[in-house]
């Protein structure tokens, strides 16, 4: 069974960290682009990052660009999001996808997670 499970959201103050994990379960991840979608209440799913394969490049919306990280741990079948200094405006449910190539666009990707909130809240 094709699977993504993420994990890692929460509750954080502004300025804060979290980090998010984007579990692969049924296939190997590291053969995909895996992308990090969010969505706020009453706004559209947007792109966020993504890493590609098998290149493992990177890409960033300009609005989270030098405070998040993507990355992948091959060995853990997982690709993370560090999140640096989080801004009320973060606030969403953060998905995984994967599919066969980075880009924002939600069609592009095939498989989703269930989603894991963030708050960003004082």
């Known amino acids: 069974q094709v699977q993504l499970v993420e994990s890692g959201g929460g509750l954080v103050q502004p300025g804060g960290s979290l980090r998010l994990s984007c579990a692969a379960a049924?296939?190997?991840?590291?053969?995909?682009?895996v992308g990090w979608f969010r969505q706020a209440p009453g706004q559209e799913r947007e792109g966020v990052s993504c890493?590609?394969?098998?290149?493992?490049?990177?890409s960033y919306v300009d609005s989270v660009k030098g405070r998040f990280t993507i990355s992948r741990d091959n060995a853990k079948n997982t690709v993370y999001l560090q999140m640096n200094s989080l801004k009320p405006e973060d606030t969403a449910v953060y998905y995984c996808?994967?599919?066969?190539?980075?880009?924002?666009?939600?069609?592009?990707?095939?498989?989703w997670g269930q989603g894991t909130q963030v708050t960003v809240s004082s």
């Open positions: 890493i590609s394969s098998p290149d493992g490049s990177t």
């Open positions: 049924g296939f190997t991840l590291d053969s995909y682009a």
């Open positions: 996808a994967a599919g066969s190539r980075c880009a924002y666009i939600p069609g592009e990707f095939g498989a």
